[in-house]
Nanobody, 122 residues
Framework: QVQLVESGGGLVDAGGSLRLSCTASGTIFHIAMGWYRQAPGKQRELVAHVSSGGSTKYADSVKGRFTVSRDNAKNTIHLQMNSLKPEDTAVYYC?????????????????WGQGTQVTVSS
């Protein structure tokens, strides 16, 4: 069983930056981890993920602005968000799955964090 706890959300002006962190209760070196987000009235969407081997993938809407990274020694992943836009406003969820393919499918996610609110004002 893995428990995920996010931190780092908040309110920021457009163009600003935030860094989200997700710490797992167990070891994470062998699983894929990433970030989803859900805006009001919209479906939950995958933002970025990093495989157990360190390969990363991003949604087109955040490429060049967001960076996902992992620190296996600290059982933690991060999402550095720069040049934030009002449309980035959402609840951001940390997610974990056995591999990257499963992580890319909502039904394949094994563990979810509780979510952290990110609000970008225009």
């Amino acid at each position: 069983q893995v428990q995920l706890v996010e931190s780092g959300g908040g309110l920021v002006d457009a163009g600003g930056s935030l860094r989200l962190s997700c710490t797992a209760s167990g070891t994470i070196f062998h699983i894929a981890m990433g970030w989803y987000r859900q805006a009001p009235g919209k479906q939950r969407e995958l933002v970025a993920h990093v495989s157990s081997g360190g390969s990363t993938k991003y949604a087109d809407s955040v490429k060049g602005r967001f960076t996902v990274s992992r620190d296996n020694a600290k059982n933690t992943i991060h999402l550095q968000m720069n040049s934030l836009k009002p449309e980035d406003t959402a609840v951001y969820y940390c997610a974990a799955a056995l591999n990257r393919d499963q992580l890319e499918n909502l039904a394949g996610v094994s563990y979810w964090g509780q979510g952290t609110q990110v609000t970008v004002s225009s």
